[in-house]
């Protein structure tokens, strides 16, 4: 069973940038699809980015795209979600999480075997 851990995340000013890691334990990441969500106060658990591991392609939501980039280094067995550009709007608790599945939703929290503990990230204005 993989086990994963975020790290990264932090306080900073609107405009300025993260890079959030996604370490795994107990399996390979190169294997599996992986996304990254996030979850701000009052609010419900939403995607942000994902990538697919049988071809390397890469999903963002409308509000993250052209700002975050999900990679993924599968000599670390780490992924990465390097946020850019942010908003205070971005602040919440951002997930990573692991899917097996062969047809693929990224956008679909059920479908994620495993997640992380999350790491926090707040953009002050």
């Known amino acids: 069973q993989v086990q994963l851990v975020e790290s990264g995340g932090g306080v900073v000013q609107a405009g300025g940038s993260l890079r959030l890691s996604c370490a795994a334990s107990?399996?390979?990441?190169?294997?599996?699809?992986m996304g990254w969500f996030r979850q701000a106060p009052g609010k419900e658990r939403e995607f942000a980015a994902a990538i697919r591991w049988i071809n390397g392609r890469t999903y963002y939501a409308d509000s993250v795209k052209g700002r975050f980039t999900i990679s993924r280094d599968d000599a670390k067995n780490t992924v990465f979600l390097q946020l850019n550009s942010l908003k205070p709007e971005d602040t919440a608790v951002y997930y990573c999480?692991?899917?097996?599945?062969?047809?693929?939703?990224?956008?679909?929290?059920?479908?994620?075997?495993?997640w992380g503990q999350g790491t926090q990230v707040t953009v002050s204005s």
């Open positions: 999480a692991a899917n097996t599945a062969i047809y693929y939703v990224p956008a679909d929290l059920k479908s994620h075997d495993y």
């Open positions: 107990g399996g390979t990441l190169s294997r599996y699809n």
